[in-house]
């Protein structure tokens, strides 16, 4: 009964960390957008969606990026796999990185 818990709990990180990655790279799409001033025009494609791509990038992706990578941390100190490739590890510490460094080392 205990192997199966962790399998569900595994299971439902895995999911999270899906999730993760997709506001992450909406993150690097409203860095793209900031960069070049696009929706400005009424004829551009990503017009329609960039509410949920401002919000999801720019707001929920540093915190869901924030708890991903304590919980990755943890599971680190605690010496259990993560079960996740260790590119998708390596990026979402890069992300962390690029989300602090614009979110409060640029604006100063």
């Given at each position: ?16 960390s899906k999730?993760?990655f997709i ?54 100190i605690r ?30």
């Amino acid at each position: 009964m205990y192997f199966y818990s962790i399998i569900q709990n595994m299971k439902k990180y895995h999911f999270y960390s899906k999730i993760t990655f997709i506001c992450n790279i909406l993150f690097c799409i409203c860095l793209y957008v900031k960069s070049v001033k696009i929706g400005t025009v009424s004829n551009d494609m990503l017009m329609p969606f960039s509410s949920a791509i401002i919000i999801l990038g720019w707001f929920v992706a540093p915190i869901l990026t924030l708890i991903e990578n304590i919980y990755l941390f943890w599971l680190f100190i605690r010496k259990h796999d993560s079960g996740m490739p260790a590119w998708r590890i390596v990026a979402s510490v890069i992300f962390l990185t690029a989300q602090i460094f614009v979110h409060f080392i640029m604006p100063a």
